[in-house]
Protein backbone atom coordinates (compact mmCIF):
# COMPACT_ATOMS: atom_id res chain seq x y z
CA UNK A 1 0.00 0.00 0.00
CA UNK A 2 1.25 3.59 -0.49
CA UNK A 3 0.45 6.23 1.61
CA UNK A 4 -2.20 7.46 -0.38
CA UNK A 5 -3.56 3.92 -0.21
CA UNK A 6 -4.18 4.53 3.61
CA UNK A 7 -5.83 7.67 3.08
CA UNK A 8 -8.40 5.63 0.68
CA UNK A 9 -8.58 3.15 3.10
CA UNK A 10 -9.24 4.95 6.03
CA UNK A 11 -11.97 7.24 4.43
CA UNK A 12 -14.03 4.15 4.23
CA UNK A 13 -13.06 3.05 8.01
CA UNK A 14 -13.11 6.64 9.60
CA UNK A 15 -15.21 8.65 7.32
CA UNK A 16 -16.46 11.32 9.63
CA UNK A 17 -13.00 11.39 11.93
CA UNK A 18 -11.28 14.78 11.22
CA UNK A 19 -8.29 13.97 9.11
CA UNK A 20 -6.78 17.87 8.73
CA UNK A 21 -7.53 21.13 10.69
CA UNK A 22 -6.66 24.20 8.17
CA UNK A 23 -7.57 27.93 8.61
CA UNK A 24 -10.06 26.76 10.80
CA UNK A 25 -11.91 24.35 9.07
CA UNK A 26 -12.01 20.73 9.61
CA UNK A 27 -11.96 17.85 6.73
CA UNK A 28 -13.13 15.16 7.75
CA UNK A 29 -11.24 11.84 6.28
CA UNK A 30 -14.00 11.17 3.89
CA UNK A 31 -14.11 14.77 2.19
CA UNK A 32 -10.28 15.02 2.34
CA UNK A 33 -9.90 12.07 0.27
CA UNK A 34 -12.98 13.17 -1.79
CA UNK A 35 -11.03 16.11 -2.51
CA UNK A 36 -7.88 13.88 -3.64
CA UNK A 37 -9.58 12.20 -5.89
CA UNK A 38 -10.98 14.95 -7.94
CA UNK A 39 -7.61 16.49 -8.45
CA UNK A 40 -6.42 13.51 -9.29
CA UNK A 41 -8.21 13.15 -12.01
CA UNK A 42 -7.02 16.90 -13.16
CA UNK A 43 -3.77 15.52 -12.88
CA UNK A 44 -4.43 12.22 -14.96
CA UNK A 45 -4.72 14.68 -17.84
CA UNK A 46 -1.27 15.42 -18.33
CA UNK A 47 0.95 13.96 -20.65
CA UNK A 48 3.74 11.08 -20.27
CA UNK A 49 6.65 13.04 -20.00
CA UNK A 50 4.97 15.52 -17.51
CA UNK A 51 5.51 12.92 -14.54
CA UNK A 52 7.04 15.27 -11.60
CA UNK A 53 4.46 17.78 -10.50
CA UNK A 54 5.64 20.96 -8.94
CA UNK A 55 4.25 22.08 -6.10
CA UNK A 56 4.84 25.33 -3.60
CA UNK A 57 4.34 24.08 -0.41
CA UNK A 58 1.35 25.82 1.65
CA UNK A 59 0.80 25.30 4.97
CA UNK A 60 -2.91 24.17 4.62
CA UNK A 61 -4.91 21.42 2.87
CA UNK A 62 -4.76 22.63 -0.36
CA UNK A 63 -0.66 21.01 -0.35
CA UNK A 64 -2.25 17.97 1.60
CA UNK A 65 -4.77 17.89 -1.09
CA UNK A 66 -2.33 18.27 -4.47
CA UNK A 67 0.54 15.95 -2.48
CA UNK A 68 -2.09 12.50 -2.34
CA UNK A 69 -3.70 13.53 -5.69
CA UNK A 70 -0.28 13.56 -7.45
CA UNK A 71 0.54 10.17 -5.67
CA UNK A 72 -2.87 8.79 -6.83
CA UNK A 73 -2.53 9.84 -9.96
CA UNK A 74 0.06 8.12 -10.78
CA UNK A 75 2.97 10.85 -11.04
CA UNK A 76 5.52 12.41 -8.77
CA UNK A 77 5.41 14.80 -5.82
CA UNK A 78 8.46 17.82 -6.13
CA UNK A 79 7.45 20.07 -2.66
CA UNK A 80 9.24 23.43 -3.04
CA UNK A 81 10.23 25.86 -1.24
CA UNK A 82 7.20 28.34 -1.25
CA UNK A 83 9.01 31.76 -1.76
CA UNK A 84 11.23 29.54 -3.83
CA UNK A 85 11.80 32.58 -6.66
CA UNK A 86 10.04 31.62 -10.01
CA UNK A 87 12.96 32.00 -12.07
CA UNK A 88 15.01 28.98 -9.96
CA UNK A 89 11.15 27.03 -9.65
CA UNK A 90 11.05 27.11 -13.39
CA UNK A 91 14.51 25.87 -13.65
CA UNK A 92 13.47 22.94 -11.97
CA UNK A 93 10.72 22.16 -13.92
CA UNK A 94 13.18 22.48 -16.61
CA UNK A 95 15.58 20.39 -15.41
CA UNK A 96 12.73 17.36 -14.58
CA UNK A 97 10.80 17.30 -17.67
CA UNK A 98 11.65 14.35 -19.47
CA UNK A 99 13.98 13.25 -16.68
CA UNK A 100 14.93 9.77 -15.74
CA UNK A 101 12.39 8.16 -12.53
CA UNK A 102 12.53 4.92 -11.32
CA UNK A 103 9.02 3.10 -11.56
CA UNK A 104 7.61 3.74 -7.85
CA UNK A 105 8.95 7.03 -7.19
CA UNK A 106 7.08 9.12 -5.18
CA UNK A 107 8.84 11.94 -4.24
CA UNK A 108 11.53 14.19 -5.43
CA UNK A 109 12.93 16.55 -2.53
CA UNK A 110 15.28 19.25 -2.88
CA UNK A 111 17.90 19.71 -0.33
CA UNK A 112 21.50 20.47 0.13
CA UNK A 113 24.23 18.44 1.01
CA UNK A 114 27.56 17.38 1.47
CA UNK A 115 28.45 18.95 -2.05
CA UNK A 116 27.02 22.21 -1.61
CA UNK A 117 24.50 21.60 -4.71
CA UNK A 118 20.80 21.44 -4.66
CA UNK A 119 19.67 18.10 -5.36
CA UNK A 120 16.56 16.53 -5.94
CA UNK A 121 16.18 13.20 -3.99
CA UNK A 122 14.13 10.65 -5.04
CA UNK A 123 12.18 9.12 -2.63
CA UNK A 124 10.20 5.93 -3.49
CA UNK A 125 6.79 5.01 -1.84
CA UNK A 126 7.88 1.61 -0.56
CA UNK A 127 10.42 4.53 1.58
CA UNK A 128 7.83 6.59 2.95
CA UNK A 129 4.98 3.81 4.24
CA UNK A 130 9.33 2.15 6.06
CA UNK A 131 9.37 5.88 7.39
CA UNK A 132 5.59 5.75 8.84
CA UNK A 133 5.95 2.37 10.64
CA UNK A 134 9.37 3.44 11.88
CA UNK A 135 8.04 6.97 13.48
CA UNK A 136 5.01 4.49 14.74
CA UNK A 137 7.56 2.46 16.34
CA UNK A 138 9.77 4.80 17.65
CA UNK A 139 7.78 7.62 19.05
CA UNK A 140 3.80 5.79 19.60
CA UNK A 141 2.14 7.86 16.53
CA UNK A 142 -1.78 6.12 17.27
CA UNK A 143 -5.05 7.08 16.36
CA UNK A 144 -6.02 9.27 18.87
CA UNK A 145 -3.25 11.67 18.10
CA UNK A 146 -3.58 14.97 17.08
CA UNK A 147 -0.20 16.60 14.95
CA UNK A 148 0.28 19.88 15.17
CA UNK A 149 2.40 20.44 11.77
CA UNK A 150 4.22 24.27 11.54
CA UNK A 151 7.32 23.37 9.60
CA UNK A 152 7.68 24.21 5.79
CA UNK A 153 6.62 20.85 3.81
CA UNK A 154 9.54 20.65 1.94
CA UNK A 155 11.45 19.38 4.20
CA UNK A 156 11.49 15.82 5.17
CA UNK A 157 11.29 16.84 8.96
CA UNK A 158 7.73 18.26 8.58
CA UNK A 159 6.44 16.25 5.70
CA UNK A 160 7.47 13.51 7.12
CA UNK A 161 4.55 13.60 9.94
CA UNK A 162 2.17 13.71 7.39
CA UNK A 163 2.86 9.72 6.77
CA UNK A 164 2.24 7.86 10.04
CA UNK A 165 -0.80 10.62 10.59
CA UNK A 166 -2.29 9.55 7.87
CA UNK A 167 -1.73 5.67 7.80
CA UNK A 168 -3.35 5.44 11.48
CA UNK A 169 -6.83 7.60 10.72
CA UNK A 170 -5.39 10.61 13.28
CA UNK A 171 -6.03 13.95 12.72
CA UNK A 172 -3.05 16.51 11.50
CA UNK A 173 -3.30 20.41 12.56
CA UNK A 174 -1.63 22.89 10.02
CA UNK A 175 -0.29 25.91 10.92
CA UNK A 176 1.90 28.61 9.05
CA UNK A 177 4.66 28.50 10.74
CA UNK A 178 4.97 29.84 14.49
CA UNK A 179 4.75 33.35 14.37
CA UNK A 180 1.93 33.63 16.92
CA UNK A 181 2.11 31.11 19.67
CA UNK A 182 -1.28 31.98 20.37
CA UNK A 183 -2.23 29.89 17.54
CA UNK A 184 -0.13 26.95 18.58
CA UNK A 185 -1.57 26.84 21.78
CA UNK A 186 -4.99 26.62 20.36
CA UNK A 187 -3.58 24.03 18.10
CA UNK A 188 -2.72 22.24 21.33
CA UNK A 189 -6.06 22.30 22.80
CA UNK A 190 -8.37 20.98 19.82
CA UNK A 191 -9.92 18.39 21.57
CA UNK A 192 -8.64 14.70 21.05
CA UNK A 193 -6.90 12.81 23.46
CA UNK A 194 -3.33 13.82 23.16
CA UNK A 195 -1.26 16.12 21.42
CA UNK A 196 2.36 16.17 19.44
CA UNK A 197 4.60 18.61 17.44
CA UNK A 198 7.83 18.58 15.91
CA UNK A 199 10.06 21.23 16.48
CA UNK A 200 13.80 22.47 14.82
CA UNK A 201 15.88 23.42 17.78
CA UNK A 202 15.58 27.36 17.01
CA UNK A 203 11.61 27.02 17.27
CA UNK A 204 12.29 25.03 20.76
CA UNK A 205 14.52 28.23 21.98
CA UNK A 206 12.09 30.63 21.05
CA UNK A 207 9.13 29.15 22.26
CA UNK A 208 10.70 28.55 25.82
CA UNK A 209 11.92 32.28 25.88
CA UNK A 210 8.79 33.66 24.74
CA UNK A 211 6.06 31.27 26.26
CA UNK A 212 8.16 28.61 28.73
CA UNK A 213 5.75 29.00 31.44
CA UNK A 214 2.87 28.59 28.82
CA UNK A 215 4.59 25.70 27.51
CA UNK A 216 4.81 23.94 31.37
CA UNK A 217 1.14 23.93 31.31
CA UNK A 218 0.57 21.67 28.90
CA UNK A 219 2.92 19.12 30.04
CA UNK A 220 -0.49 16.76 30.63
CA UNK A 221 -1.48 17.64 26.85
CA UNK A 222 1.56 17.19 25.19
CA UNK A 223 2.11 12.97 24.52
CA UNK A 224 5.34 14.21 22.62
CA UNK A 225 7.66 16.58 20.83
CA UNK A 226 10.27 15.59 18.41
CA UNK A 227 13.24 17.96 17.39
CA UNK A 228 15.30 17.28 14.41
CA UNK A 229 17.11 19.22 11.33
CA UNK A 230 20.03 20.05 13.77
CA UNK A 231 21.55 19.13 17.21
CA UNK A 232 19.52 20.37 19.81
CA UNK A 233 21.58 22.51 22.49
CA UNK A 234 21.63 20.55 25.90
CA UNK A 235 20.66 23.48 28.09
CA UNK A 236 17.34 23.62 25.95
CA UNK A 237 17.27 19.99 26.42
CA UNK A 238 17.34 19.81 30.16
CA UNK A 239 15.12 23.46 30.21
CA UNK A 240 12.67 21.61 28.05
CA UNK A 241 12.01 18.45 30.51
CA UNK A 242 11.92 20.46 33.09
CA UNK A 243 8.92 22.41 31.67
CA UNK A 244 7.58 19.34 30.40
CA UNK A 245 8.43 16.66 33.04
CA UNK A 246 5.40 13.82 31.65
CA UNK A 247 6.37 14.78 27.88
CA UNK A 248 8.38 12.17 25.77
CA UNK A 249 11.37 14.27 23.94
CA UNK A 250 12.74 12.95 20.92
CA UNK A 251 16.00 13.35 18.92
CA UNK A 252 15.65 11.85 16.00
CA UNK A 253 18.93 11.22 13.18
CA UNK A 254 17.64 11.68 9.63
CA UNK A 255 17.94 12.99 6.58
CA UNK A 256 16.63 13.43 3.07
CA UNK A 257 18.62 10.73 1.86
CA UNK A 258 18.50 8.45 4.68
CA UNK A 259 15.09 8.97 5.72
CA UNK A 260 14.05 8.04 9.63
CA UNK A 261 16.58 6.03 10.89
CA UNK A 262 17.23 5.98 14.97
CA UNK A 263 15.11 8.16 17.63
CA UNK A 264 15.82 8.80 21.31
CA UNK A 265 13.68 9.95 24.25
CA UNK A 266 15.97 12.39 26.30
CA UNK A 267 13.20 13.07 28.82
CA UNK A 268 14.44 9.42 30.42
CA UNK A 269 16.22 10.69 33.58
CA UNK A 270 19.83 10.88 31.62
CA UNK A 271 18.80 13.83 29.15
CA UNK A 272 22.62 12.36 26.66
CA UNK A 273 23.29 14.87 24.90
CA UNK A 274 24.26 14.81 21.25
CA UNK A 275 22.41 10.73 21.69
CA UNK A 276 19.45 9.76 19.08
CA UNK A 277 18.59 6.86 20.18
CA UNK A 278 18.90 3.22 18.62
CA UNK A 279 17.92 2.45 15.17
CA UNK A 280 14.47 1.33 13.99
CA UNK A 281 13.34 -1.60 12.60
CA UNK A 282 13.18 -0.55 9.23
CA UNK A 283 17.13 0.76 9.52
CA UNK A 284 20.33 -0.16 10.15
CA UNK A 285 23.59 1.96 11.07
CA UNK A 286 27.09 1.04 10.26
CA UNK A 287 29.97 3.46 11.05
CA UNK A 288 32.89 3.59 8.59
CA UNK A 289 36.26 3.23 10.01
CA UNK A 290 36.85 6.94 9.76
CA UNK A 291 33.89 7.45 12.37
CA UNK A 292 31.17 8.45 9.85
CA UNK A 293 27.54 7.53 9.49
CA UNK A 294 26.31 5.19 6.98
CA UNK A 295 22.77 3.76 7.17
CA UNK A 296 21.03 0.62 5.57
CA UNK A 297 17.27 -0.47 5.55
CA UNK A 298 13.91 0.47 3.54
CA UNK A 299 14.04 4.19 3.86
CA UNK A 300 16.81 4.90 2.11
CA UNK A 301 16.67 7.49 -0.96
CA UNK A 302 16.32 5.82 -4.48
CA UNK A 303 19.07 8.43 -5.62
CA UNK A 304 19.67 11.63 -7.12
CA UNK A 305 16.81 12.30 -10.21
CA UNK A 306 19.62 13.23 -13.36
CA UNK A 307 22.77 12.53 -11.92
CA UNK A 308 23.43 8.86 -11.52
CA UNK A 309 27.04 9.95 -10.97
CA UNK A 310 26.43 12.12 -7.87
CA UNK A 311 24.31 9.22 -6.04
CA UNK A 312 27.50 6.91 -6.64
CA UNK A 313 28.79 9.53 -4.52
CA UNK A 314 26.55 8.88 -1.60
CA UNK A 315 24.56 5.13 -2.35
CA UNK A 316 26.57 2.26 -3.09
CA UNK A 317 26.16 -1.36 -1.85
CA UNK A 318 22.78 -0.88 -0.25
CA UNK A 319 24.49 2.13 2.09
CA UNK A 320 24.08 5.78 2.07
CA UNK A 321 27.30 7.11 3.24
CA UNK A 322 26.69 10.37 5.45
CA UNK A 323 29.02 13.44 5.68
CA UNK A 324 28.36 13.29 10.11
CA UNK A 325 30.58 11.85 12.96
CA UNK A 326 29.34 9.67 15.15
CA UNK A 327 29.70 6.06 17.17
CA UNK A 328 27.58 3.76 18.45
CA UNK A 329 27.56 3.23 22.77
CA UNK A 330 27.28 0.15 24.71
CA UNK A 331 23.62 0.35 24.25
CA UNK A 332 23.66 0.17 20.78
CA UNK A 333 22.65 3.67 20.79
CA UNK A 334 23.84 6.09 18.03
CA UNK A 335 26.05 9.26 19.18
CA UNK A 336 26.42 11.70 16.56
CA UNK A 337 29.38 14.26 16.35
CA UNK A 338 30.25 17.40 13.82
CA UNK A 339 29.70 17.15 10.38
CA UNK A 340 32.19 16.56 7.42
CA UNK A 341 31.42 19.44 5.24
CA UNK A 342 30.81 23.18 5.20
CA UNK A 343 27.16 23.46 4.70
CA UNK A 344 25.75 25.84 7.22
CA UNK A 345 22.97 24.79 9.42
CA UNK A 346 20.63 27.50 10.31
CA UNK A 347 17.53 27.03 12.50
CA UNK A 348 17.28 23.41 10.71
CA UNK A 349 17.63 24.66 7.36
CA UNK A 350 20.83 23.64 5.30
CA UNK A 351 22.91 26.37 3.29
CA UNK A 352 25.16 26.34 1.07
CA UNK A 353 27.57 29.58 1.51
CA UNK A 354 28.52 28.96 -2.23
CA UNK A 355 25.40 29.44 -3.38
CA UNK A 356 25.06 33.03 -1.21
CA UNK A 357 28.40 34.24 -2.52
CA UNK A 358 27.35 33.07 -5.92
CA UNK A 359 24.41 35.90 -5.06
CA UNK A 360 26.19 38.20 -3.65
CA UNK A 361 28.85 38.26 -6.15
CA UNK A 362 26.13 39.41 -9.39
CA UNK A 363 25.89 42.85 -7.53
CA UNK A 364 28.37 45.29 -9.02
CA UNK A 365 29.32 46.93 -5.71
CA UNK A 366 30.78 43.24 -4.38
CA UNK A 367 34.50 42.80 -5.02
CA UNK A 368 34.71 39.80 -3.10
CA UNK A 369 32.92 37.83 -0.22
CA UNK A 370 32.58 34.84 1.56
CA UNK A 371 29.34 33.53 3.77
CA UNK A 372 30.43 32.46 7.38
CA UNK A 373 28.08 30.74 10.50
CA UNK A 374 27.99 33.05 13.83
CA UNK A 375 26.46 32.62 16.95
CA UNK A 376 23.00 33.60 17.48
CA UNK A 377 21.24 33.06 21.03
CA UNK A 378 17.73 32.16 18.67
CA UNK A 379 18.68 30.41 16.23
CA UNK A 380 22.05 28.71 16.77
CA UNK A 381 23.61 29.54 13.92
CA UNK A 382 23.27 32.54 11.59
CA UNK A 383 24.31 33.55 8.43
CA UNK A 384 27.29 36.22 8.31
CA UNK A 385 28.24 37.93 4.52
CA UNK A 386 31.89 39.33 4.79
CA UNK A 387 32.45 41.88 1.52
CA UNK A 388 35.16 43.60 0.08
CA UNK A 389 33.55 46.91 -1.88
CA UNK A 390 34.41 47.52 -5.32
CA UNK A 391 36.48 50.76 -5.28
CA UNK A 392 36.23 50.84 -1.39
CA UNK A 393 32.96 51.68 -1.50
CA UNK A 394 31.07 52.24 1.96
CA UNK A 395 29.00 48.86 2.40
CA UNK A 396 25.13 49.07 2.18
CA UNK A 397 23.81 46.06 4.39
CA UNK A 398 19.82 46.80 3.69
CA UNK A 399 20.21 47.44 0.28
CA UNK A 400 22.26 44.10 -0.07
CA UNK A 401 19.80 42.32 2.01
CA UNK A 402 17.07 43.42 -0.12
CA UNK A 403 19.03 42.52 -3.52
CA UNK A 404 19.78 38.52 -2.21
CA UNK A 405 16.29 38.37 -0.89
CA UNK A 406 15.09 38.61 -5.04
CA UNK A 407 17.52 35.87 -5.70
CA UNK A 408 17.55 33.47 -2.63
CA UNK A 409 14.99 31.81 -0.40
CA UNK A 410 14.64 34.00 2.88
CA UNK A 411 16.33 31.44 5.13
CA UNK A 412 19.53 31.71 2.99
CA UNK A 413 19.43 35.30 3.42
CA UNK A 414 22.69 36.72 6.03
CA UNK A 415 21.03 37.94 8.76
CA UNK A 416 24.75 40.15 9.70
CA UNK A 417 27.25 42.04 7.05
CA UNK A 418 30.45 43.29 7.48
CA UNK A 419 33.30 45.04 5.37
CA UNK A 420 36.30 43.53 5.14
CA UNK A 421 39.60 44.84 3.56
CA UNK A 422 40.47 41.19 1.99
CA UNK A 423 38.98 37.81 2.25
CA UNK A 424 41.15 34.83 3.00
CA UNK A 425 42.01 32.40 0.36
CA UNK A 426 43.84 29.56 0.19
CA UNK A 427 47.78 29.35 -2.24
CA UNK A 428 45.37 28.14 -5.01
CA UNK A 429 43.22 30.73 -4.78
CA UNK A 430 40.72 28.86 -3.16
CA UNK A 431 38.01 30.60 -0.30
CA UNK A 432 39.85 29.55 2.88
CA UNK A 433 37.02 28.88 4.98
CA UNK A 434 38.57 27.13 7.54
CA UNK A 435 40.13 30.31 8.68
CA UNK A 436 36.85 31.80 9.11
CA UNK A 437 35.39 28.26 11.45
CA UNK A 438 34.77 29.66 15.26
Do not use: W
Request: aromatic share 8%; charged share 20%.
Amino acid sequence: MTIADYLAQNALRYPDKAAVISGGQVFTYNSLNQMVDERANSLAKRTPRDKVVLIRTSQDVDFIVSYFAAHRAGLVAAPLERDMPEERFQAIGQQLTGAYVPEGTADILYTTGTTGRSKGVMISHRTIVANAENLVEGQGFCHDLVFVVHGPLNHIGSLSKIYPTIMLGATLYMLDGLRSHDEFFAALDYPAPRAATFFVPANIRMLIQLSGEKLSQYTDRLDFIESGGAPLPHADMLQLCNLLPRTRMYNTYASTETGIISTYNFNDGRCLAGCLGRPMSHSRIVITPEGRISCQGDTLMTGYVGDPELTATVLHHDTVFTSDMGHIDDEGMLHIGGRADDVINVGGYKVAPTEVEDAAMTLTTIKDCICISQPHPITGRALKLLVVTADNQPLNKQQTARYLATRLEPYKVPMLYERVDAICRTYNGKLDRKAYKD
